[in-house]
T-cell receptor, first 113, second 115 residues
Framework: DAGVIQSPRHEVTEMGQEVTLRCKPISGHNSLFWYRQTMMRGLELLIYFNNNVPIDDSGMPEDRFSAKMPNASFSTLKIQPSEPRDSAVYFC???????????FGEGSWLTVV | AQSVTQPDIHITVSEGASLELRCNYSYGATPYLFWYVQSPGQGLQLLLKYFSGDTLVQGIKGFEAEFKRSQSSFNLRKPSVHWSDAAEYFCAVGALNFGNEKLTFGTGTRLTIIP
């Protein structure tokens, strides 16, 4: 079975550029999560969708960050403009809300220079 | 608000020795509890979870965890570690409300295995 698929796996970009991270959740899952992992702050929930609707975006750091889920099989996390402090691993995860187990992708490793 | 504490940042264990990783949680109701493992450069893999019922939970790779409500703990154990167990381990607590399964993670415990 395919797990959560994220792209790109690695990205290096210059400060000020737009970054788009993509996620395909596990088929049949109706909840999708974006997490950010850094050494300083650990794993932080950025935003959470249920049935394609954003439920809680209180973790989104600032207006430079935006996330969309246009359909059940695709989500994007966009950073515009990017800054060096955005360098982190961004994880997408999905679950079925009657199953309560969250499955993680392998992450997108972002470096902003 | 829910929270998780993993008091040990780094643990070193000899191969073949037993292991216990500590996790304490704070949550106002019955929690969902999870242990995830992260190998270097990889995502998080679910080891085991506790929702209800038997407080001793068996997981993959020979791991188990015990839920102790009186101590607000969910410690992870393995009787004999293998070199491949070297990784970062995260405890997490989730809400019990369907449709709102946000997980709050601890800061992780890095496990080093020595020969």
């Amino acid at each position: 079975d395919a797990g959560v698929i994220q792209s790109p796996r690695h990205e290096v970009t210059e400060m000020g550029q737009e970054v788009t991270l993509r996620c395909k959740p596990i088929s049949g899952h109706n909840s999708l999560f974006w997490y950010r992992q850094t050494m300083m702050r650990g794993l932080e929930l950025l935003i959470y969708f249920n049935n394609n609707v954003p439920i809680d975006d209180s973790g989104m750091p600032e207006d430079r960050f935006s996330a969309k889920m246009p359909n059940a099989s695709f989500s994007t996390l966009k950073i515009q403009p990017s800054e060096p402090r955005d360098s982190a691993v961004y994880f997408c995860a999905s679950s079925w809300d009657r199953g309560n187990t969250i499955y993680f992708g392998e992450g997108s490793w972002l470096t902003v220079v | 608000a829910q929270s998780v504490t993993q008091p040990d940042i780094h643990i070193t264990v000899s191969e073949g020795a037993s292991l216990e990783l500590r996790c304490n949680y704070s949550y106002g109701a019955t929690p969902y509890l999870f242990w995830y493992v992260q190998s270097p450069g990889q995502g998080l893999q679910l080891l085991l979870k506790y929702f209800s019922g038997d407080t001793l939970v068996q997981g993959i790779k020979g791991f188990e965890a015990e839920f102790k409500r009186s101590q607000s703990s969910f410690n992870l154990r393995k009787p004999s570690v293998h070199w491949s167990d070297a990784a970062e381990y995260f405890c997490a607590v989730g809400a019990l409300n369907f449709g709102n399964e946000k997980l709050t993670f601890g800061t992780g415990t890095r496990l080093t295995i020595i020969p």
